[in-house]
């Protein structure tokens, strides 16, 4: 067995899954690290665990992840290294994620070797990416979200903070006649989210990635107005983005919001509605809500899905 190296790093309980991941992809990215995963401690505190088959370099961690504590501002935590006792860490650590159904979506790693269940979509996600796996309430509700819409069929889609771009994906296996731009501030992420699209074998003709902040790209402008926009971010951006997103969205398009603590719905959605759109549906997953909407003038909606 090859020695394995533990980096343990927690986070604030309440950044979300878009700040947290960001944190998560400097290790698996980045500083190359065999496994990844996150969980909550007891405390409610983000804990991500990196496995490497090599001694890295703390003080290259803190330097590579200094960027992100000013932009959460949070204070900095040291980074704790350790080895572990010769075990074969790095297959248990796979299993600890077993395939994760969510209606009609079936989410699996590469360690998974089971077929996809009749009639599932499968999503591929590679096993050392722990977020935008689906195991978020944040990206379960979106996925649910995006199944309640399934009548709608969207042609043109934009997934904002696109990720790992489980949800860009999951748009391309639901409405096959689809077109999706996937952007992302972070070219890290744009990178994660180009590995994932060649994994699931989508054409990039019909998933096109961006790096983009907001509509900075000329890619997510140019392809507007769009039939559907995700946005699984932070609550405040969402906020502050509500004027230049309404405008790129079709008359009778719909907004899937995510990543917003249930004590921040009043807020994000006080900043829509003052764009003329209005609530169709609210997906309230623990301490999480996801909120779908459309334009006010969109007329009658499409009956709900409520499948598992």
Known sequence: MTETQSALLTLPSHLNEGAVSRFEIVFSELLDSASTSCRRD?????????????IPDAGLIDQLIAPLYRQEQIK????NVNALEKRDWLTENRAAFPPLRIGRFWVYGSHIKARCPVASLPLHIDAAMAFGSGT?????????????IRQAAPRQILDMGCGSAILAMAVARLWPSSCIIAADYDPVAVRVASKNRALNRI????????VSRGFGSRT??????????????LARPLACMARSLVPRLQAHGWLILSGILST?????????????????????????TTIIMRPAGAG?????????
Do not use: K
Request: with cysteine; glycine share 6%; hydrophobic share 45%.
């Open 42 to 54: 007891n405390q409610g505190n983000w804990q991500i665990e990196a496995l490497f088959t090599y």
């Open 220 to 233: 997510v402008r140019n392809n507007a107005p769009y039939g559907l926009v995700l946005a699984n971010i």
């Open 300 to 308: 009658t909606m499409p009956q709900l899905w409520r499948g598992r």
């Open 76 to 79: 900095a935590v040291p980074i």
């Open 264 to 288: 921040q719905v009043v807020s994000v959605e006080a900043a829509y509605r003052a764009q003329n759109m209005r609530v169709w549906h609210r997906l309230c997953i623990g301490d999480w």
């Open 203 to 210: 054409a990039p003709a019909r998933m096109r990635l961006a």
């Open 136 to 148: 978020h309430p944040t990206t379960e509700g979106c996925l649910r979200g995006i199944q309640m």
